[in-house]
């Protein structure tokens, strides 16, 4: 993959995490291990029957009987996968480690490290909130060289800068999603003589095509109770992604451009051709203004009736699809890659994961943050996992995940080619991410009358000085 600029992820130290609670929020969406609807899949594997090398364990000497606490917001019944996946390592070195969820993870967090008590070792929701402890409290520990070797081994460059900090390297990545999808009925397409596009123009083609049949093409949904308008957010990201490139994508993020700057307008603009066009949308729900007050769960479902034919969303979104529905390339759902819109981007993907960071270097801790970076460790949470749980490692065998959605989501992060982006709305303060945002672009869709310019200047007010 091609990586984002040096100067990104020193900025990025001084930008403040964005909202705690839809970054927890999107964490769980990131990885929703072992739950979610659609198709049955095979029953996970017992973390106990893994085998893995226990050599690179043995470096850290004897460590038999010792403890590591693992704290992270992905709480139960999702944690079951992570705690299988501890079981080989403990079996290599006889230490123990101890899973800790909790839905207010980033609040105690901080507190744990206030008080002198921070965990061992903490999954990071996203790059922003480690910038921001390791700029602010000094806890966090540099990752120890295994596993910076492991990292530059096993993933892409951009993902080892999003675990940067000034230019230090913290915490490798653990599981990802990405959010460049559009789904849609393989079914449907087959009866219809549809073929799934591969580019935005062929897309808007196919989306006339079906406007002139009477049916709106796109269904949409933005509600998400007191984190409304993220969905919109992420359509906005895709755009300026695809259309605009990494480069002006990284100076939006980091503030080098304004937030109304005419590049991000034309985005938006683009992102209404299709959101705010009435021949296009809301497909089975209602008019342009039902995507304001549609959950976001919900808005991909007039799909399977057929008076929806595609629908932006997220990989984790699978999770959404009535029980018995069949998620595949040849079954009642499945997604394309949200295709490209210059060809001097290329193949392109906004996403998210976690990263594993470290409060203290004692062996058995450099020991188990080793491991949680190895390529066993991937395919031991492949195995251990349901459908709804990727990780960007390169050396994950798509083979070993449960659903023809998270294979593709695999193969998508070990594309030399692909372009990938963390998510802005993350990266960028919470003033504007996680709070002026999602109203401004909510008031876009629900107010007919609220022009693109407007709503970027009114989040581009809210950017702090």
């Excluded at 049955?40 to 000497?61: H, L, M, T, V």
């Excluded at 806890?139 to 000034?166: C, I, M």
């Excluded at 984190?227 to 939006?252: F, I, N, S």
Aim: include cysteine; proline fraction near 8%; charged fraction near 25%.
């Amino acid at each position: 993959m091609r990586s984002p600029r040096t100067r990104q992820r020193r900025r990025l130290s001084v930008l403040v995490a964005s909202g705690a609670g839809v970054a927890l929020m999107l964490g769980a969406c990131a990885d929703t291990s072992g739950s979610g609807g659609g198709s049955a899949a095979e029953e996970p594997a017992s973390g106990a029957e893994q085998k893995i090398d226990c050599a690179p364990y043995k470096e850290f000497g004897d460590i038999k009987g010792k403890t590591v606490n693992v704290y992270t917001s992905i709480v139960a019944p999702e944690d079951k996968p992570h705690i299988e996946a501890f079981k080989p390592w403990e079996k290599c070195t006889g230490a123990t480690a101890k899973y800790e969820g909790s839905k207010e993870f980033e609040a105690q967090l901080g507190v744990r490290i206030n008080s002198g008590s921070p965990p061992d070792l903490a999954y990071m929701p996203q790059p922003g909130l480690l910038a921001r402890l390791a700029k602010d409290t000094g806890a966090v520990v540099p990752a120890p060289e295994p596993v910076v070797k492991n990292v530059e081994a096993n993933w892409s460059e951009d993902w080892k800068e999003y675990g940067t900090v000034d230019d230090t390297f913290y915490a490798a990545p653990l599981g990802a999603n990405l959010k460049s999808f559009v789904w849609y009925s393989p079914t449907d397409f087959k009866d219809k003589g549809y073929e799934v596009p591969k580019t935005f123009d062929e897309m808007m083609a196919l989306s006339d095509k079906i406007a002139k049949t009477g049916d709106k093409p796109w269904c949409a949904g933005i509600g998400s109770g007191d984190a409304t308008g993220w969905p919109a957010t992420d359509w906005l990201e895709d755009v300026v992604l695809h259309e605009k490139g990494p480069e002006v994508y990284d100076q939006w993020i980091n503030h080098e451009i304004p937030f109304n700057d005419p590049q991000i307008v034309e985005s938006l603009a683009k992102v209404g051709s299709v959101l705010k066009n009435d021949k296009y949308v809301n497909g089975g729900l209602g008019e342009v203004q039902s995507i304001a007050t549609t959950e976001f769960t919900d808005a991909g479902l007039p799909i399977l009736d057929g008076t929806c034919t595609l629908h932006r969303q997220a990989s984790f979104y699978q999770a959404n699809w009535p029980e018995g529905t069949k998620v595949a390339e040849d079954g009642d759902v499945f997604a394309f890659p949200f295709p490209p819109m210059n060809p001097d981007v290329g193949d392109a993907a906004v996403g998210a994961g976690e990263f594993v960071a470290a409060f203290s270097d004692r062996p058995e801790v450099a020991s188990l943050q080793t491991y949680l970076s190895s390529a066993d460790w991937a395919n031991v949470k492949g195995k251990v996992s349901g459908p709804g749980w990727v990780s960007s490692n390169l050396k994950l065998d798509p083979a070993n995940l449960k659903s023809p959605v998270d294979q593709l989501v695999a193969k998508q992060f070990q594309n030399p080619d692909l372009t990938f982006r963390f998510d802005a709305s993350d990266l960028m303060p919470a003033e504007v991410g996680s709070a002026a945002e999602w109203k401004a672009l909510t008031d876009w869709i629900a107010k007919p009358s609220t022009t693109d310019q407007e709503t970027a200047d009114q989040i581009e007010a809210a950017w702090p000085q």
